[in-house]
C-alpha cells in the first residue's frame, strides 16, 4: 500500500504484491542393480554418484526401487531438484 498526497492509502496492483515465485528443474536417474537375481547395489560406487550430483546442486527428493520378481530389486530410481537458474 501507498500512501497517496491526501495521507490516504491506495492499494497497489495485484502483481506487484505476488511473492517471488522459485522455478526448479528435476533429473530423473535411474541405476541397475547386479547380480544374477538383481538387487545388489555397489554403495561406494552409488555413494560417489549421489554426491556428484549434489555438488551440481541437486537435491535427491525421493528413491525408490523397482520390482523384478520375488522381491528383488531391478533398479533403483531416484529423483532429483535444484533451483533453475534465470
Excluded at 32 to 45: L, R, V, Y
Excluded at 56 to 67: K, P, Q
Aim: with cysteine; aromatic share 12%.
Amino acid at each position: 500500500m501507498d500512501n497517496n498526497q491526501n495521507g490516504n492509502f491506495q492499494q497497489q496492483p495485484y502483481m506487484q504484491q505476488q511473492p517471488y515465485m522459485q522455478h526448479f528443474e528435476y533429473k530423473v536417474v535411474v541405476y541397475d542393480t547386479k547380480g544374477f537375481w538383481g538387487g545388489n547395489i555397489e554403495s561406494n560406487q552409488l555413494e560417489n554418484q549421489l554426491n556428484l550430483l549434489g555438488r551440481d546442486g541437486w537435491e535427491m527428493i525421493s528413491c525408490t526401487s523397482t520390482n523384478q520378481s520375488y522381491g528383488s530389486s531391478k533398479s533403483i530410481v531416484c529423483i532429483f531438484k535444484r533451483k533453475k537458474n534465470g
